[in-house]
């Protein structure tokens, strides 16, 4: 059975930091594209960026330059690191390798 598992959410203040954690299990992590979402209130669910298999990785406009994701295939984790951290980047964040979803956990940055 394939687990996802987000940690390392919190409360912050506007241009902290925070870096979430993402521990899977019962796939062959090494092969498999991670993705990190978030879903603000009221809002619908975003790609906030990705990581590919061989570390290539992608990001939305919106956090560029601001957050990095990278993986540690020997502990099949995937992490994203959020540095400058705004209001706007509050938010339920998930991580997602397709088809699954973890339960996500909640990021807020306060003014």
């Known amino acids: 059975q394939v687990r996802l598992v987000e940690s390392g959410g919190g409360l912050v203040e506007s241009g902290g930091s925070l870096r979430l954690t993402c521990a899977a299990s019962?796939?062959?992590?090494?092969?498999?594209?991670m993705n990190w979402h978030r879903q603000a209130p009221g809002k619908q669910r975003e790609l906030v960026g990705s990581?590919?298999?061989?570390?290539?990785?992608f990001y939305v406009n919106s956090v560029k330059g601001r957050f990095t994701i990278s993986r540690d295939n020997a502990k099949n984790t995937v992490y994203l690191q959020m540095d400058n951290l705004k209001p706007e980047d509050t938010a339920v964040y998930y991580c997602?390798?397709?088809?699954?979803w973890g339960q996500g956990t909640q990021v807020t940055v306060t003014s």
């Open positions: 997602n390798s397709n088809p699954h």
């Open positions: 019962g796939i062959i992590f090494s092969g498999y594209a």
């Open positions: 990581i590919g298999s061989l570390g290539d990785t």
